[in-house]
């Protein structure tokens, strides 16, 4: 059973373009979370999504920032015109329907604003 | 609103010797899950251990222990014979289990440990 996958694994952007962050969560894992980690800084929450539902996006930037996870495919985040205070390491997470205080972290995708 | 405070940002212990990781939590939920992560290097998080707020006995994985302390609110990590591949980062976190369906984690802000010879 392969873990949870995040691609890219790092992703240079410049200033003002979009960044396209995926996650395909582990095989029966329906429930995916994203989290960003600054440098030097713990994992900060930003959204919970289940299969076509946003479930809590309470920690997701007001502007600029999207999450979604359609019912075919990877759930993906998007951060439109980033800006240097967007790099950071994204992390997702997934869990299982029946044991949903488990949650198992993908690699993560290390964004870098230039 | 829940809280995880570390209050170590680095810590150093020899090999073959145990180390203590100290996490304290604040939360008004009754019910609640805390757990250990480590990042090494390379960035990935890996789960070590959880503590449910009701299981009447401390949880162990291997050479982990989870000291929790509930009228302290503390849940410090134990790592027992330190191993040189133990060095990296251990986050504490938190979530609450009371809405039945699965929620958040609330990081620290983490302890960097290194294991010398």
């Known amino acids: 059973n392969a873990g949870v996958m995040q691609n890219p694994r790092h992703l240079v952007r410049r200033r003002g373009q979009e960044a396209r962050l995926r996650c395909s969560p582990m095989k029966g894992h329906s429930h995916v979370y994203w989290y960003r980690q600054l440098p030097e800084e713990g994992l900060k929450f930003m959204v919970y999504?289940?299969?076509?539902?946003?479930?809590?996006e309470s920690g997701m930037p007001k502007e600029r920032f999207s999450a979604e996870f359609p019912k075919e495919g990877p759930s993906i985040l998007r951060i439109q015109q980033v800006v240097r205070g967007d790099s950071a390491a994204y992390f997702c997470?997934?869990?299982?329907?029946?044991?949903?205080?488990?949650?198992?972290f993908g690699p993560g995708t290390r964004l870098t604003v230039t | 609103a829940q809280k995880i405070t570390q209050t170590q940002p680095g810590m150093f212990v020899q090999e073959k010797e145990a180390v203590t990781l100290d996490c304290t939590y604040d939360t008004s939920d009754p019910s609640y899950g805390l757990f250990w992560y480590k990042q090494p290097s390379s960035g990935e998080m890996i789960f070590l251990i959880y503590q449910g707020s009701y299981d009447q006995q401390n949880a162990t994985e291997g050479r982990y222990s989870l000291n929790f302390q509930k009228a302290r609110k503390s849940a410090n990590l134990v790592i027992s014979a330190s191993q040189l591949g133990d060095s990296a980062m251990y986050f504490c976190?938190?979530?609450?289990?009371?809405?039945?369906?699965?929620?958040?984690?609330?990081f620290g802000t983490g302890t960097r440990l290194q294991v010398t010879l």
């Open positions: 999504l289940q299969k076509e539902n946003i479930i809590d």
């Open positions: 997470a997934s869990s299982p329907p029946d044991r949903v205080y488990e949650q198992y």
């Open positions: 976190a938190m979530r609450d289990l009371n809405t039945g369906t699965a929620s958040k984690l609330t």
